[in-house]
Nanobody
C-alpha cells in the first residue's frame, strides 16, 4: 500500500507565504506525476499545479507567478510553495500522485488526506 502524508497548512495573512509538503511511502516502483489540488467550501476540487516526471510544471491561471511546485524524487516528496496568498486561495489542499506499485503494471492515483489553508487577516 502507498500512503501520502501532507503537512504545512495553516493560517496566514493575505500576502503571506506557506509551503506544503507531501511525502509518499510504501511499495512504490515509479511515480509518473505529482500534483496539488484544492477544494474550497461549496466548490469543485480543482487542479492547482502538476508536474510529470521529465516534464514542465503546469499551473492553473489563478496561481501562476505566485505558486511553485517542486519535487524531491529521492524522497518521493512534492512541495508547493505558495507566495502572495489571497483570501480566494483558502481551501483544503490535496496532493495526488500517479504511480505504479512494485509487482504490478497498474497505474494508480493516490491522494493525500488534505491540509487546510486559511488566508485571513
Amino acid at each position: 500500500q502507498v500512503q501520502l502524508v501532507e503537512s504545512g497548512g495553516g493560517l496566514v495573512q493575505p500576502g503571506g507565504s506557506l509551503r506544503l509538503s507531501c511525502a509518499a511511502s510504501g511499495s512504490i516502483f515509479t511515480i509518473y506525476e505529482m500534483g496539488w489540488y484544492r477544494q474550497a467550501p461549496g466548490k469543485e476540487r480543482e487542479l492547482v499545479a502538476v508536474e510529470a516526471s521529465g516534464g514542465s510544471p503546469k499551473y492553473t491561471d489563478s496561481v501562476t507567478g505566485r505558486f511553485i511546485i517542486s519535487r524531491d524524487n529521492a524522497k518521493n516528496t512534492v512541495y508547493l510553495q505558495m507566495n502572495n496568498l489571497k483570501p480566494e486561495d483558502a481551501a483544503v489542499y490535496y496532493c495526488k500522485f500517479r504511480l505504479r506499485q512494485r509487482g504490478t503494471l497498474r497505474l494508480e492515483e493516490c491522494w493525500g488526506q488534505g491540509t487546510q489553508v486559511t488566508v485571513s487577516s
